[in-house]
C-alpha cells in the first residue's frame, strides 16, 4: 500500500546527475574548523538534532541545522568540556541543561533559548557520554579504529546503534554522522559499501509530493494531506529509502550527496512555500543554492517532471507527523 514508484523515481534521478555541488558548500567552518574535539562535536550535533521546527535564532536569520552547526561551534570553542564525555557524567540532567542554553539562544541569553524537548536531549547527550565511557574510552575516534577505507557501512552502524540517540533502526542519525565525518575529511568513507540514505521529514515530504512514493491506503493519505498525526511511519519512511536508492544509482552519485539536494530543496523550495506555486522559497537565500550551482531560480529544479507542480493532490502532501527522536 505504500511503494516506490520506481519510472518516477529514475526521472528525478536523471536531473541529479545533471547537479554540480559548490565546493564552498563542504567548506563551511563546521567542517574545516581544526580542534581535537571535532569529531565529538559532530557526534553529539546529529545526536540531538531531530524534530527542531521551532530552533531560531531570527537576528542571525539560523533555523534549524544551520543555527544548531553555529551553536555547536560557538559551545566547542567557548564551553569544551560539554564534548568531553568525563565531564559531561559530571552533570545532572538540569546541569547540562542550563549549560547548554545559551549556546542556542539570540545573543547567548538562555532566556531566548529555541531548543525544545531540552529534557529528552539532554537525557540522549548524557547516554551519549556514558556510553562513549563506557565502550570508547571516551573518544568516538575509537569506533573508527583502524578501519580500512572501504568496508560495510554495518561495520560503523552496529556501534552506534549502542546509543540511544542512534538507534533508530533505519540508521538516519547514524548515516549523517558517517557523511559528516567523510565531508570532514577526517576517516574517508566514500567507498562505504550499504549505506542506508538518509531520511527525515523535509526529504520525505519532497518525494512525496514529487511521486517518487505513492500511498495506496486512502486512510493513510489523507492523514498525511491533512497532516494529521500517526502513530509508525516506518513503512513510508523505507519505501522513501527505496526511492532514494534508485535516484543515487540513476544519478551516478554517492549517496551521501542525496542529502545535499533533497534536504535543502525540501527546506526551502518545497516546504510551506512552494517555489512551484508560490515562485518564491521558504528561505532567504535559498538553502539549495548554498549546495548546488543554478544558473536560475525561478522554478523548481524537478518542476518538469515533479507530479506535485501539476496536482494539487501530491502538492498537498506533509511529511508524516510522528514523535520520534529517530530524525
Known amino acids: 500500500m505504500i511503494v516506490a514508484n520506481k519510472i518516477q ?5 536523471k536531473i541529479v546527475k545533471t547537479l554540480e555541488f559548490l565546493p ?30 521551532h530552533l531560531a535564532n531570527p537576528k542571525l536569520n539560523l533555523y534549524g541545522w544551520d543555527f544548531l552547526e553555529y551553536g555547536f561551534l560557538d559551545l566547542m570553542k567557548n564551553a569544551p568540556a560539554l564534548l568531553d564525555s568525563a565531564q559531561i557524567l559530571k552533570l545532572s540532567q538540569q546541569q547540562l541543561i542550563e549549560k547548554i542554553k545559551p549556546f542556542f539562544a539570540q545573543d547567548n541569553n538562555p532566556e531566548k533559548c529555541t531548543l525544545d524537548r531540552l529534557s529528552e536531549r539532554a537525557d540522549l547527550w548524557l547516554d551519549m557520554a556514558k556510553i562513549l565511557q563506557k565502550h570508547f574510552d571516551g573518544k568516538i575516534e575509537k569506533l573508527f579504529g583502524g578501519a580500512p577505507e ?17 538507534s533508530d533502526p533505519l540508521q538516519k542519525k547514524s548515516s549523517f554522522f558517517l557523511k559528516l565525518v567523510s565531508d570532514s ?9 550499504n549505506v542506508i540514505p538518509i531520511m527525515d521529514y523535509h526529504m520525505q515530504r519532497v518525494l512525496l509530493r514529487t511521486g517518487c512514493v505513492e500511498i ?10 491533512l497532516r494529521t498525526p500517526i502513530s509508525d511511519d516506518t513503512a513510508i519512511r523505507q519505501a522513501c529509502i527505496e526511492a532514494m536508492r534508485i535516484i543515487a544509482d540513476v544519478s551516478k552519485m554517492h549517496i551521501f550527496k542525496m ?14 512555500t512552494m517555489l ?33 507542480a501539476k496536482n494539487e ?9 510522528v514523535n520520534t527522536h529517530f530524525y
Open 9 to 13: 523515481s529514475k526521472k528525478i534521478g
Open 313 to 321: 493532490t501530491y502538492r498537498s502532501y506533509w511529511q508524516p507527523i
Open 216 to 225: 495506496k491506503d486512502e486512510k493513510l493519505k489523507s492523514a498525511l494531506q
Open 185 to 193: 575529511r577526517l576517516i574517508h568513507l566514500n567507498q562505504l559499501k
Open 259 to 272: 542529502n545535499d539536494v533533497f534536504y535543502t530543496l525540501g527546506r526551502s523550495c518545497c516546504n510551506e
Open 24 to 53: 564552498s558548500f563542504y567548506e563551511r567552518e563546521f567542517l574545516t574548523i581544526d580542534s581535537a574535539l571535532k569529531m565529538e562535536m559532530l557526534f553529539y550535533s546529529v545526536g540531538i538534532c531531530h524534530q527542531t521546527y
Open 276 to 308: 512551484c506555486s508560490h515562485q518564491t522559497c521558504e528561505k532567504t537565500p535559498c538553502s539549495l543554492t548554498r549546495a548546488i550551482r543554478l544558473e536560475h531560480h525561478d522554478s523548481c529544479i524537478f518542476q518538469s517532471v515533479c507530479f506535485g
Open 150 to 166: 572501504a568496508q560495510e557501512a554495518e561495520d560503523f552502524y552496529k556501534p552506534l546503534r549502542l546509543f540511544e540517540a542512534y
